[in-house]
């Protein structure tokens, strides 16, 4: 039977390390486990980042809104997951997101200082902490010279594709069509007729205000298709 360890060395922060540095690691940083129900919110967007917190077990929501709060972005993440790494350190040390448990779910937290001052002084941890943060700007990088979408309906298919974090899982997009129509460049009605279109395909399905995408890697492949 799998144990919270086992997971624990699954996660990419811990992943190649030896069963003696890992030991190592469990005698002097102390690991703090809790247990929570659905509902329970785990990090609030905006508060300051103290710790790496890890979903061993379960499904939590990720909440992202916009600055000028027009639309929300939801994902639905699968455990195991690493809670936003890449604001630990640096000029915004903040959450950007609300997470909250979409079902029972285990955690584990490691403290800031525990990780700068102990965990940094293993090289394969520190490692997979530069890849994790070097594959994120790489990845954003690469999102600023992608090929400008032909049509609407590669415009739409961006934008959701833009603000995943996962293409695994439900996403839902709460937004007015007003609010989308506008961030499109294109009038509501014919960000209505794309939507509609793509439900059709079962590529979606739309709600009132609302957006769900049930497999945004399928969303994906027919936008490659269509190229």
Known sequence: METMFDTLLQLPLFQGLCNEDFTSILEKVKLKFSKHKPGEVLVKSGTPSDQLLFLLKGEMACETVSLDESFTFVEYI?????????????????????????????????????????????????????????????????RLWEEAPRDLEEKLINFVLCHVERRQGEKVLRTKMEDLARYMDETRLNVSRVLNELQEKNLLELHRKE?????????????????
């Not at 530069?130 to 594959?135: A, H, P, T, V």
């Open 78 to 142: 699968q455990a195991p997951f690493l809670i936003e790494p890449y604001v630990l350190v640096g000029m915004a040390p903040y959450y950007t997101s609300t997470y909250t448990t979409r079902t029972e779910a285990n955690t584990v937290s490691i403290t800031k200082e525990a990780v700068l001052g102990t965990l940094f002084n293993y090289d394969i941890f520190r490692l997979n902490f530069l890849n994790i943060l070097s594959r994120r700007a790489q990845h954003l990088h690469a």
């Open 211 to 227: 957006i769900v995408i049930y497999d945004a890697a399928a969303l994906a492949d027919w936008n490659k298709k269509r190229q």
